[in-house]
């Protein structure tokens, strides 16, 4: 994808300033005391562990049978969002043995670029020591400029702290930590630290993302934040989570601090997961501060949400139907959607009863844009985690105005221009190119950051071979040169395609 060379400008709040018991001598192993013990939750063990107890108690089941890779949970104070946590981390099986849980939360205290991460000793809680992996953590340090160790960042930092009690308490077997904390305010620092964990992104390790939502909002206008900003999560898509964060900033809305106070480390988790088909983003749980306290003017969000990686039995091909009616009722709103937007700036309403049970399935989708037969545009979405018509509709925007290979379509062209709509099966990984069959199947190419798709009936207007097209793909969409496939993962999937000139 496209990285945003931008910065994403949020105030960094300084909620509390507690003084760190933790030396800053690197030389010397130094465990880090616990600094919000006694304020964010008990400090006395057995208090502690009831309180655990009774929040768990009240969390949100299981979502999901497929196995969960990294989560996001609040880290207020427990009286105000521990029940949202154990929400999520009730998603983790409790009995699974990770070999490392990277727990990435951003600084409250300091701006610093990149991340620091804790490596000259373990964490000590209420309820004993919580290992480091400084092995593994110096080892990250030395092979990646994004990271260094900050101790100002580690010193009074609860974000991170606030999760380890969880963990000690819900985990029945033996873990070790890698403790990092953000203080970027740079995406492709959160790029850099993409890369550097991708490689631990998988089912051995577990990774625990620390954030809350809106802050000092009242009730009414965190929820609408919080919502927004939670689907964009949904998407699994860092421009998506970008457009939502600045379009909130953009509100001015009364008392908004930040609409999400660990948007580094959610956009490093993302920059991770956006490629990757197989993973699904799951929301758990939601409140905010205002349930707990019935101050209403002033308030603090929360969200549960959980990454899984999806069985690939689940993944089949499945056959999505459409009739001619819905077909056609889906081009008409893909063309008034994009009319509209032209004219006006903003997206068609659409009234629910137009909408069928088959446009509101959850489906990825392209929309591609020709113009006296050659294209014009060209935008999708793999994901199936909004319904079909929502995905038309923002799609059909992003192809007339987002596509950095053609000029933004202008009203008058609009005659010109003919639509196809492309609804996608859920994608499924190959062992072997003999699975491919041209004309029928798409390609998804994909190798670390690196990916790229063709549609099916790229195959059938081009006439390639199946080497071309997998070649094609390969060096022109994934940028990994013309043999590049021959080592990457491969996905294929269907289309259902359909266009005006019908």
């Not at 990774?207 to 999560?233: E, G, L, Q």
Request: aromatic share 10%; net charge negative.
């Amino acid at each position: 994808m496209t990285l945003l060379n931008k910065c994403i400008l949020v105030l960094v709040l300084i909620l509390f300033s507690n003084s760190c018991n933790s030396q800053n001598n690197k030389e010397n192993s130094t465990d880090i005391q616990a600094v919000v013990a006694g304020s964010f939750y008990p400090d006395k063990p057995e208090e502690l562990k009831t309180v655990l107890k009774s929040l768990f108690a009240k969390a949100e089941e299981v979502k999901s049978k497929d196995p969960v890779l990294a989560i996001l949970a609040p880290h207020a104070g427990y009286i105000y969002s521990g029940k949202v946590a154990a929400s999520a981390y009730n998603q983790i099986d409790p009995n699974k043995e990770y070999e490392n849980i990277f727990i990435l939360a951003s600084s409250h205290h300091t701006i610093f670029k990149g991340a620091s991460i804790y490596n000259i000793g373990d964490y000590i809680t209420p309820l004993g020591k919580v290992k480091v992996n400084r092995a593994l953590a110096t080892e990250l340090i030395d092979k990646n400029d994004v990271f260094i160790f900050n101790s100002d960042a580690h010193s009074a930092e609860h974000s991170l702290e606030v999760q380890l009690p969880f963990l000690q308490y819900y985990m029945k077997k033996d873990f070790q930590i890698i403790p990092i904390i953000t203080g970027t305010q740079y995406l492709d620092d959160c790029q850099k630290i993409a890369e550097a964990l991708l490689p631990y992104f998988n089912e051995k390790n577990l990774f625990i993302i620390s954030t809350d939502f809106s802050h000092y909002p009242t009730y009414d206008n965190a929820v609408r934040i919080d919502n927004k900003t939670c689907d964009a999560i949904l998407k699994n898509s860092v421009n998506s989570l970008v457009d939502a964060i600045n379009e909130s900033g953009s509100e001015n809305i009364s008392n908004l601090a930040t609409s999400l106070c660990g948007w580094p480390a959610v956009l490093s988790l993302l920059f991770i997961t956006e490629s990757m088909p197989e993973i699904k983003p799951i929301h758990i749980d939601y409140q905010n501060s205002g349930d707990e306290t019935k101050d209403k003017s002033r308030v603090v969000g929360y969200n549960a949400i959980a990454f899984t990686k999806k069985n690939p039995q689940n993944m089949s091909e499945v056959k999505f139907e459409l009739s001619k009616k819905e077909k056609n009722e889906l081009l008409i709103l893909a063309r008034n959607t994009i009319e509209t937007y032209l004219k006006t700036g903003k997206t068609l309403k659409v009234i629910d009863k137009d909408i069928t049970a088959a446009m509101k399935e959850n489906c990825g989708a392209f929309v591609t844009l020709h113009k006296d037969g050659a294209l014009r545009g060209c935008i999708g979405r793999f994901s199936a985690t909004e319904p079909l018509y929502s995905i038309i509709q923002q799609m059909a925007i992003a192809s007339a105005t987002e596509d950095h290979r053609f000029s933004v379509v202008t009203i008058d062209e609009m005659k010109e221009i003919d639509i196809e709509i492309s609804v996608l099966t859920p994608m499924r990984k190959i062992n072997s190119i003999d699975e491919i069959e041209m004309g029928k199947h798409g390609i998804y190419i994909k190798k670390g950051f690196y990916s790229g798709t063709f549609l099916p009936q790229v195959a059938s207007e081009t006439g390639w071979t199946k080497e071309e097209f997998l070649g094609y793909c390969s060096k022109n969409k994934a940028g990994l040169g013309w043999d590049g496939w021959k080592d990457a993962d491969i996905y294929v999937y269907e289309a259902l395609v359909f266009g005006e000139k019908e």
